[in-house]
Every structure is written in C-alpha cells, then in structure tokens.
C-alpha cells in the first residue's frame, strides 16, 4: 500500500513547512550546474502546493532564500533571483485559488522582483483554498529582531506596557502573524537543523528530516512525511493520559 493510501484524511496538518535542501547536490549527482538544481526544485515547489492543497493542507511556507544566502557567489543570488521573476506567475495562484505571501526582509530583493511579488500578492489576497507562504530573505534571528523592535517602539510610545507583553504580543510581531504555526516542519536533504528557519513558531511543531534531495521530493514523499506525522502523539507538555482524556470528551 502507498503512503498517500495509508493518510487518515481527518488529520492532515493543517500547516507545514518545508526547507527545501539539496538542489545543489542533486545538480551535482546529475553533473549539472547549482542553477539547474534550483530550476528543478521550482518545479517541485509547484508540484508540492498541488498536491498539498488537494491533501487538504491549507498552508505551505517554504524556506527558498534566507538572509544567509546573500553571501553566496553572485552568479548564483543573481541565478535564483532571476528564476524567482521567472516563476512567479499569477496564474498559477488564481487558477488554483491559493494565496501567496511572502515573508522576511524583502527590501534587500530586486526591485523588479520585489514588484512582481507585490502585485501576486494583493492580486490573490482573497484566495481561499490554500496560502503558499515564501520565505525570501528571511531568518528567524531578522523576524525576532525585528519583532523585538517593533515591541519597543509600543512601549516607548506609551501603546504598551511591560507587563502587558506575552507571547501573543511577540506572536502578533512577527511575519507570521497571519498564519497558524507549523504543525510538521520537512527538511529534505538528509540534514538535520533549523538552519535558522521559524525557530519561535516551530515550538511544538513535529519535526522529519529525510535524505531525498528536494528535486527528488514527489506526491509519495510527502505522503510519507504526513503519515509519519500522524504516527506521532502531539502531547505540547501534557501527559498522555490527560491527552487520551481530551480526545475521548472531544
Ligand atoms: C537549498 O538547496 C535551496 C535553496 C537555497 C533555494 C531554494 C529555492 C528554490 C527551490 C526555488 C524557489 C522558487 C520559487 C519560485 C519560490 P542548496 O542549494 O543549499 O542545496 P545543497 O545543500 O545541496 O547545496
């Protein structure tokens, strides 16, 4: 039996996100250039919103440029820039009812780039049945600066007081703040860190790291990660027993 067969389709996650690793090595294994890698990974983030979305998943986030990648050679920032441009077509999102947004420092983004993405993102702001959040020129330790930033400033102005700050207040500060947190995180690329990526919004989420390379990642892969997910007891610092109870009086 497939694993798409074995899904319990009463629990499909309602939010994952991915770090889509090893385009480069998968470019490599091929004997092609890093870009061809990041050609084919677009393909497979196209793939993977359908399949997600017809699974039911209401929202994908996908780690595609963080804030450490400015430092790669130039021919390759300007390679996934270029291919970024390329692949953001509107199309796609309204003929598939799926919102796109994007998060992190987008200032530092071309401007063409920039503009494109701007104009997907007002132009499908009404999209219903899923939302693809994009991660571009982001990093965790940016968003939490900056939300931290943002926090002084209220309680400068006098908005907010010190006491008055939870984690809902540092919640509503981030890039994230219109979206629920992950429930499973994918790493493809067999390795197996954060990378700097959602690390205050994955507190509870359930964590799979698998070795295929992220243009290798299909229907089936994905289908894997989900029921391996369902497998697993989320118990966000209970006990079993009191979640067993919970699920019985539910
Ligand atoms: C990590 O693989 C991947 C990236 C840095 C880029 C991911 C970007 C895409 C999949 C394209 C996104 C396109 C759109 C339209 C959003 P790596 O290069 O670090 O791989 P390696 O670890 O094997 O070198």
Known sequence: MTYKEQLDYNRIPQHIAIIMDGNGRWAKAKG??????????????????????????????????????????????NGLMALLFEKLDLGIFMDNDIRFCVIGDTDRLPEKVRERMNYCISQSAGNQRGTLTVAL????????????????????????????????????????????DPD????????????????????????????????????????????TFQQRERRFGKTSEQIAEENSNR
């Not at 965790?140 to 600066?145: A, D, Y």
């Not at 900056?146 to 509503?172: F, H, N």
Request: proline share 2%.
């Open 32 to 77: 092609k250039q890093r870009g061809e890698g990041h050609i084919a990974g677009a393909s497979t983030l196209h793939d993977t919103m359908m399949h997600a979305a017809q699974l039911g998943v209401k929202y994908v986030t996908v780690y595609a440029f963080s804030t450490e990648n400015w430092t790669r050679p130039d021919e390759e920032v």
């Open 137 to 180: 020129s982001y990093s965790s330790k940016w968003e939490l600066t900056r939300a931290t930033k943002l926090i002084a400033e209220q309680v400068k102005e006098g908005k907010l007081a010190i006491d008055e700050i939870t984690d809902k207040t540092i919640d509503e500060a981030l890039c994230t703040s219109f979206m629920p």
């Open 184 to 227: 499973l995180l994918i790493r493809t690329g067999g390795e197996t860190r954060l990378s700097n990526y959602l690390l205050w919004q994955c507190a509870y989420t359930e964590l799979y790291f698998c070795d295929t390379y992220w243009p290798d990642f299909d229907e089936e892969a994905l289908c894997k990660a989900i029921y």
